[in-house]
């Protein structure tokens, strides 16, 4: 098992002809991702990287099977093209495009209501099942197989912990980049919720970020819930007040969105908290025992 | 994007919600003829500038006779505001704003925000007009009164009326106050703010509500849609670096350190700022290349990080996706041959085409110091600070 998406998952690209779409299709697909097509509006019936363009994500469902999106579609578009996934049926849409109106999101959130869905992202760096399902942006080869879940905002963050992990031998089950946005698809409970139920995950790793409440509602949850470790990581110790710290949702608006009074609180509630981004990999190894 | 009261207290205006009677003036004469028009015996000039707390800060003055309106304003415009919000140096007055004086009855608070909790657009309503909300919440949570509003539908006539009664409004000023709420709500959704805030909102000796004090931050990543907001930006009211950055497709915000940073993907640039502190240094910025980056970019970033007179070491760490470590390895070199760059610079690459990167910087010749992890690049600044002093 795995959380989201594996080797049966059936991927289309939302914005398939674009460049940056082309290209992460085609790393995709060099790691066995099943790539089934993608939607472009208006190049419906063309082929494409060997694969079908279909005019409407209902046609992509209905032709190709299609239960996965990723979602390259630019910001002002990005809103309608995620709810044309959710009414076509797709299980779950991974929206990488940076700097999607905030507004448009609450409306996203409000039309998601009802529907078996879910969103990752904007603003993401996508969702890896290693050697089985890659829907996202991030470097295929350097998650090795294994058995620790990770859910982060943070993409390159994400890479880092990774890193450090396979150094000491430990693979990843899934790894998850919920973004930065401050409106979500989806957030660090929902998918602690998944791990705790994946057989193959042995731990979870959570990096967060300053602003918002989310890690810290996540491991409240996690406190009765998770019958598995959970390593905590929160970034921006460091970062002054009132300034948006690149991500849009990494933001200090009030006394508990600083990093130490989320990690305070995550080691309140029996998370194993990080203080030091470099030994997130040891942090983890040391959890397992 | 944050803009001017007076310019929220136009967009008000034009969404027919109640504001002083007033105008915006760049000098004493401008002001002076402001007042002469406006009339009355009573006048408040306050200094325009994108920090809260002018008012403790002698920002706000008020005054009784036209001479005064003028002498107010003469020593205002020109002169540098300090408040809470703006650090020491504080921000440089261009214009104030001058308004006449009405007579006050009671203050409430009224706001917008997107609530990250429910993901919701919420407003919020207080009978403690006047004082910051943050407070208000804190101290007297019962005092604050929130109301979210389901996007399919939008704020409803009922909703007002609950946060009316809430803050102890009552008779004929329900319907009255509820018609702000909704053009507020209006005027939110409409431009695609992320906050509003009257405050106070005021109910004047006649009866009447006016937004006495307005403030509005609005979304940055909705300006392509939103034209005559985008045009009300004032860059004054930024960091010219950060600006030149953002010209460069670079997120740079200055900090106080001396360590210059370089870091692609916000979380780990914020990581590595961490890291640097943990060791016993201090970030200087915080700068996310982005994905993507090219030499050029990478080239801009050093120059930028550069330009701080404070910066005593430069710690480059790209974790490459969709970035690629032989472009960044280009990007070090060009920068390093087009600038003087007299500070130490410590490198760490990690990800796609590391080898080449790797290849690329030890064949240039350039002296830099090599980093394989974030613990070792943060350390290896830290101790390069240590030398340069010593």
Known sequence: MSILVNRDSRVIFQGFTGQHATFHAEEAIRMGTQVVGGVTPGKGGQVHIDRPVFDTVQDAVTQAGADVSVVFVPPPFSADAIMEAIEGGIKVIVVITDGVPVQDMVRVKRYLIGHDAIIVGPNTAGVITPEECKVGIMPAHIYPKGRIGIVSRSGTLNYEAVEQMSELGLGVSTSVSIGGDPVNGCDFLTLLKQFADDDETEAVLMIGEIGGAQEVEAAAWARDHLNKPLIGFIAGATAPPGRRMGHAGAIISGESDTAQAKMQRLAELGVSVVQNAAEIGKTVHYSLK | MNIHEYQTKELFRSYKIPVPEGGMAHSANQALSVAEQLGGDGWVVKAQIHAGGRGKAGGVQLARTLEEVQNHAESLIGSRLITRQTGEAGRLVNRVLVEQIHQIDREYYLGIVIDRGTQRITLIASAAGGMEIEEVAKHSPEKVIREIVDPAVGLQDFQCRKVAAGIGVGGKEIG???????????????????????????????????????????????????????????????????????????????????????????????????????????PANFLDVGGGASPEKIANAFRIVLEDPNVKVVLLNIYAGINRCDWIAEGIVKAMAELTVEVPVVVRLAGTNLEAGREILVRSGLDYIHADRLSDAAEKSVEAIREVVA
């Open chain 2, 176 to 282: 009255k106050l509820g018609r702000i709420m909704k053009r507020l709500y209006r005027c939110f959704r409409d431009n695609d703010a992320l906050m509003v805030e009257i405050n106070p909102l005021v109910r004047t000796g006649e009866g009447e509500f006016l937004a006495l004090d307005a403030k509005m931050t609005f979304d940055g990543n909705a300006l392509f849609r939103q034209g005559d907001i985008a045009d009300l930006r004032d860059f004054d009211e930024e960091d010219p670096k950060e600006v030149e950055a953002s010209g460069h497709d670079l997120n740079y915000i200055a900090l106080d350190g001396s360590v210059g940073c370089i870091v692609n993907g916000a979380g780990l640039a914020m990581a590595t700022m961490d890291a640097i502190s943990l060791y016993g240094g201090r």
